[in-house]
């Protein structure tokens, strides 16, 4: 069961902004969906297109005022705040912020009030209820010619308003994608030519309407309409879909289209608003269809209502209702060699999103090149056919002159009119072969229209001689083949040899088979940090890629950076080792090890300190001298007493069962039953979460290895002594990392951890790998690392290297099991969590209301005394 997700309620507009700012910092992307409120099914729709897109999702709920002129419904507009928050709650994956701020408009300056002028200006009048009340807002943003049409008609200060107050929104959300229904299908398009024009940084999506049962397109106002007028509203969208089916007959004048509509709407008591089929991008009225157009309808309805794409406004006194169903989609452009036939859904029929279940029309341009080809993609389901979902076809004309409106129905054999189209015709059962183009009428010939089988080899052949010209140009770079690097690093052969470890070559074949990808790729990684340390190294340039010391800190931080890479190696190592060897056990008995998995992972993790340690040691001491201390490192190994240390970090850090579900589901490919966590998680962020495992098992055995040298001053001095020097920090510097490390860590366990925990996040370490060219052998030592990345950069002939740096992100998980499970301090922690997540709203409030009286008192008090000082004055001047 879907557990529900309370949102995050922000009202102030810096308070949003640093909450995005603090989001898109961890790498989080952002969706926004703005709406008045009044939450329908309609608004979820955006919600959850929203999820696809994005990993966090920001509704605004604010009734603008500024996009009210002061004779519309703005004190009418419906609003239920709580129950909008009750069905957020619900929407599955939730929402995580709700930003509902009292007033966008107003800049703390106290504005004055002012009396409005409700002058004409040209274009209509200007002025909306933010001017009308004086806040002292001037600035307007303006899609000039496209808000001027349609709705911009009968209410001048809309889209002004809508497209100012999403600006806004824009600014304080910071949104990487914003959401839009196509329900208010002009709205839309002036967002998106608003967005291109301003260079905003968003993506603007577009979403299909949403319709209630009964047709009518879901919408806020639409509790306004009584059931009679709500009857009569549907006609309008039964008139529509009459006028498609007209269209669908070869009817491509609009005129006659839209006076169909205009008199079914009129016959059923509406009065129209406008009536207009226009062009998709332009939404300028066309006369005869010819490309992708809309039809759009506004009516008015009822008694004191209006509705307005299948909405309905209140408070003008027209007693109206109007709606804007969509006819007709298209996408074919006569410019383009290659037409891509995209169906997009007919909106007023689209009940659910995705295809109609209807036809789709297809309204082809005058002309269409000559030996032009056609690309029909997407599964249209019609009929009972099925289209697959890549169809090309080669249209050879003789005398084509005009293509119209075309129905596309893949069940029957396409009707047409008397000019006609092209149509495979589709064959559901046979796979193949069964494809064929059609060609009716005078326009194409049957000989002319044929399906070419030769068109995806050739596409295939042109794509594979593209990818071998952009490698030999070197855009591709040549990647090294795991064995060479290998053979150039070779550390694989110090573990698999080792009689400590278990015995088993540490690479198996079989093995590398099944737990393939993210085993490799982390390997790969690796192979290219050590690759890189080794080629910097030799070539004498000295410079590290430091970690940036602002993000948590790490013992392993305090380790030079190859001994650091050689661990974090030697740690992969043994897990991937170990993973082969756990794997063998439940082939014998997968059952067992199923269910006892995270035992097994305890175990593992609890046994890995000395092998690990032994390792790294041992390749290091190799590096330093051809033959190791075999003394020196059994009498490290025996001082070496952390087992507990480590599976108690993972403990602590809340993912005990996030690694041994990994470790479940890279060994067996699925995961265990009940397993609290989705499938795709894994899929996705396998990579992830086995670098974080890595890190944090070489992260503690580093804090072990550095308290043994910083404890044991004998056992430091016979390390040094070997120039065994792993570490190159002064004892201070030491000193102070670890107990910055320390303090991190209890500050980590007991109040982030907790914190991610309430977010549903995982923060996790990652290995980044960064392409960087290599240093040529010029004498760049003298140079700060920046000037010598740019000498290097401009040294061409170098060969890529890969520096990898430690860096943290944080996954999207469901976490309300950890969370549950929480004691001790933890536990207290997240109870004044919910503590303050349920109080400080009502604190705010509070806080809010007192300092309004205040400055409301202090106001009467300053008022009051004028006025008794002019009534000094007023007296001793002995005034009347
Ligand atoms: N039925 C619907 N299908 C798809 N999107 C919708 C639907 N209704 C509203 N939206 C979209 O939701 C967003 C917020 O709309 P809004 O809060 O104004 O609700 P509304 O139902 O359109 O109200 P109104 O009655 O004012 O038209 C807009 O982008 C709008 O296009
Ligand atoms: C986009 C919008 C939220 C701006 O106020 C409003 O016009 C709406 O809800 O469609
Ligand atoms: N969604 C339309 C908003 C308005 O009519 O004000």
Redesign the pocket.
Known sequence: MEVEKEPLIITDKNEMRQWSRTMRAQGKTIGLV????YL?E??I??IRESHTHTHLTVVSIYVNPGQFSPSEDLSTYPSDFKGDIDKLKSVPGGVDVVFHPYNLYDYGGGGVEREVRREKEVGGAVVSCVEERGVGHETWVRVEKLEKGMCGKSRPVFFRGVATVVAKLFNVVEPDVAL?????YQ??RIIRRMVRDLDFSIEVIG?????DVDGL?????NVHLSPEEREKALSINQSLSKAKLAAEKGQVNCRELKDSVIQAVREAGGRIDYAEIVDQESLEAVEVIKGPVVFCVAAWFGKGKRR??????DGDGKNQVRTYPILIVAVLSPHLKTLTLIFSPTVSFAHVQGFPSSSTYIAAPDVIPSHTKLHLRGNLVSNGCFLPHLVNVRIQRSSCQSLRVVRFSSGDACKFNSLCMVFPKVNPCAKDGSMRCYCLGTLINTNGATFSEWVPVVDQGLLMASIFLTYMAGVIPARKLLSSSRNRISLGDTLSGDALLSGRAAENDNEEAKLKLPWEIVEEKLMDALNDVEQRHKMGTGFKFEQDLSKRPLSLYAVDEGPRFRLLWASFQWLKKEAGTVDNVSAMSASVSRNDWSTVLSEVLQKSCQPVCVAWLEQELCLKSSIPDKELLSTIVEKLTGEATILQNVINSGKEDLYSELAQFLIFGSLREGCCYDCSLFTQYGVDILEDLVITLADAIASLYLELISVDGNMSNEINSIGLMMCTLSTRELQKLRNEVALNQWLHQNMEAVVSMYEDRFDLRTLQSQLIEGPSKTNTDNFSWWKRLTRMKSDSVASPLHYVVINDISIMVKRTKELRALTGWRYYYSLFLELADITMPVIRTVFKKVSDAISFFLVCLIGRSLGLIYTGIRQSLQWK
């Open positions: 703005p709406t008045m409120g329908h309609g608004h729709s955006l839009f229904g196509k329900k208010d709205q839309w979403s299909e309407i949403v319709r397109a879901m919408s806020s106002r307005e794409g299948d909405a309905v406004l």
